[in-house]
Every structure is written in C-alpha cells, then in structure tokens.
C-alpha cells in the first residue's frame, strides 16, 4: 500500500509570492491533516479535512488555506509568503471517519524556503 | 487548552544504555496519546499509542503507559541502539471536535554513540 505523498519536496519562493502544496494520502483515507513545523515554534497544525470540508483550523492567518478534492487529495495554499513561513509542511492522512484518531500516516512533507 | 511537555534535550547516551523520556500533557476529558519519531530528512511515523488509561503502548522494543492519575505518557527502552538516534515526539488527541488535530510536544533529539 502506497504511503502519503507529498509534492514537491522542496520549493524556493520569494516574499509576496503564493505557493501550492499537495498531498495524496493513503487509498481509502478521507481524512487529510496539515502542519507546520519550524525550529521555533515545533509542530502546529494547520486545518483538516475529510470528505471535502474542513473540520478544523489552528491558529494561522488567513493566507494560509486549504481545500480537498473528490479523490480525498488535499491541496495548501499561502499566499503572500513571508520569511516567517519558511518551515516543513507535513500532510497527514488517517481513516477519519469518527471524532478520534486511532493512527494518522505522515508524509515526508515539503521543505518551503522563502527568501 | 490541550498541551503537552517533554523533557528538554537533546538526550546522549551509550549503546545499550536505557532511555528514558518524560512526557506529561494536560486536556479536559480522555485524550489518547501518541509518541512519533522523526528520522534526518524525514516525516514522522507512529512509533506507539494509547487510547485509554492504564494502556501500554508498545512497538520495537519501546514502551509507554497511559498514566491519568499523573498525566504521564513517558517513553522507555530497555537498550538503545545507534539507529533509534532520531527525534521523538509526544502527542495526544482529545477526541470530541478535535477532528483531525494531535497537539505535539517540543520533540526531544535522542543521540546514541556506539
């Protein structure tokens, strides 16, 4: 079975640019997570998605959205970029179908350098 | 809110020495919990779980009791090896609208020497 992929790995952008990440979790997964992790601040999530609708948000800007399409793939977006959001994006996929988390599946997640 | 809090690293040990690192968290109503390791240039893959208290979670010599009277989900192993060098993560879920979201610890870097 395949893992959670994510593409690109790595992407060089300039501040104001925006920039689109993706995820393709593992078949059969509905339920797509994305954080955040930087040095600073370690490991915050994002939002979550599951059957095309959002569930849950964290606390970032609105630059930061997401959406997920029919095949359960997930796609982030920031726009507006700062330095600040140089970090690794990390998707996560999991069964999802109740309230709780028995296991979430991560990707190698995207290395976003903004400069 | 939820919140977890490992012990500060980075953490140096011996081959066949024992690890030990702490984790406590604090969440209203019965979260389950998690510890995850992250490898150089990696994700983070599921090292072990717990969903309830008093549960021990256990994978590749590894171990973790879900402890709710301390709030505890400390990891252990009995004797490292060179390639469990990573950084490990403490998590947990909260359950309820919590769709999706594990709030994480600060992640502590394990370093074994031969």
């Known amino acids: 079975k395949a893992g959670v992929t994510q593409t690109p790995r790595y992407l060089i952008k300039t501040r104001g640019q925006q920039v689109t990440l993706s995820c393709s979790p593992i078949?059969?997964?509905?339920?797509v997570s994305w954080y955040q992790q930087t040095p600073g601040q370690g490991l915050q999530f994002l939002f979550e998605?599951?059957?095309?609708?959002?569930?849950n948000k964290g606390n970032f800007p609105g630059r930061f959205s997401g959406r997920q399409f029919s095949n359960s793939r997930s796609e982030m977006n920031v726009s507006t970029l700062e330095l600040g959001d140089s970090a690794l994006y990390l998707c996560a996929s999991s069964g999802g179908q109740g309230i709780g988390i028995t296991e979430a599946f991560f990707g190698q997640g995207t290395r976003l350098t903004v400069v | 809110g939820d919140s977890v809090t490992q012990m500060e690293g980075p953490v140096t040990l011996s081959e066949e020495a024992f690890l030990t690192i702490n984790c406590t968290y604090t969440a209203t109503g019965y979260p389950s919990l998690f510890w995850y390791v992250q490898y150089p240039g990696e994700g983070l893959q599921l090292l072990l779980k717990?969903?309830?208290?008093?549960d021990k979670g256990s994978n590749k010599g590894f171990e973790a009791t879900y402890r709710k009277e301390t709030t505890s989900f400390h990891l252990e192993k009995g004797s490292v090896q060179v390639s469990d060098s990573a950084v490990y993560f403490c998590?947990?879920?909260?359950?309820?609208?919590?769709?999706?979201?594990?709030?994480f610890g600060q992640g502590t870097i394990l370093t074994v020497h031969p």
């Open positions: 998590a947990l879920h909260a359950g309820g609208t919590s769709y999706g979201k594990l709030t």
């Open positions: 998605y599951f059957s095309e609708t959002q569930r």
């Open positions: 717990a969903t309830k208290a008093d």
């Open positions: 078949s059969g997964h509905r339920s």
